[in-house]
């Protein structure tokens, strides 16, 4: 079935650094590729997405590309704040013609920036 | 606000009880997903309903039970409670549900004594 892995956290950086949380995946056909983040006692929300291979998503300074050659979505931001302490999570939804609608989550990141 | 809403927001029960989780998906969305998430398992997918119909099922248990009714709202049941079972419930809608961003309610937190 389809799966996918992330970086196990958490994530400790000081505000302004460069951020990476990596993610690959596996899975049939052509699915679309999903950062969302989970604020505390919240639920998850989406971050950005890509739809197609070399597509980028980006939003609130976050970026990421959909790699098909090394099935890869890593996530990136140049400067972190301390408001984007929070956790990730990299998802895939699979394309129908495939079989499958089950959509697959990695375990999340968690990320901690301190002032 | 992601406009899914979920009751009860929170839900203290004993084990071997019977609960019910209510979900009512964002205005046009026809597709409504169910997730348990906890902190030794993660998110789990547990089942997607689209316009009525049972599209998906992943991890879920035998004890657990979903519907979704014609008004597009849907129940997840919870039977047979056991400790193992408490955990956050999260629902989730989008449009149609095949690659689209899914849209999560605040999800209830459920303990089981």
């Known amino acids: 079935g389809d799966s996918v892995t992330q970086m196990e956290g958490p994530v400790t950086l000081s505000e302004e650094a460069f951020l990476t949380i990596n993610c690959t995946y596996t899975?049939?056909?052509?699915?679309?590729l999903f950062w969302y983040v989970q604020y505390p006692g919240e639920g998850l929300q989406l971050l950005l997405k890509?739809?197609?291979?070399?597509d980028k998503g980006s939003n609130k300074g976050f970026e990421a590309t959909y790699r098909k050659e090394t099935t890869s979505f890593h996530l990136e931001k140049g400067s972190v704040q301390v408001s984007d302490s929070a956790v990730y999570f990299c998802?895939?939804?699979?394309?129908?013609?495939?079989?499958?609608?089950?959509?697959?989550f990695g375990r999340g990141t968690s990320l901690i920036v301190h002032p | 606000d992601s406009g899914v809403t979920q009751t009860p927001k929170h839900l203290i029960t004993a084990t071997g009880q019977r609960v019910t989780l209510r979900c009512s998906p964002r205005?046009?969305?026809?597709?409504v997903y169910w997730y348990q998430q906890s902190l030794d398992q993660g998110l789990q997918f547990l089942i997607q309903?689209?316009?009525?119909?049972?599209?998906a099922k992943g991890n879920i248990l035998e004890r657990f039970s979903a519907q979704q009714f014609p008004d597009l709202h849907s129940e997840l049941n919870l039977s047979s409670l056991e400790l193992g079972d408490s955990a956050l419930y999260f629902c989730?809608?989008?449009?149609?549900?095949?690659?689209?961003?899914?849209?999560f309610g605040p999800g209830t937190r459920l303990l089981v004594l």
């Open positions: 890509a739809t197609k291979a070399d």
């Open positions: 998802a895939l939804s699979p394309h129908a013609s495939g079989g499958s609608y089950i959509p697959t």
């Open positions: 309903y689209y316009n009525g119909e049972e599209r």
């Open positions: 989730a809608s989008s449009v149609q549900g095949e690659r689209e961003t899914q849209y």
């Open positions: 205005s046009g969305d026809l597709s």
């Open positions: 899975a049939t056909g052509y699915p679309s």
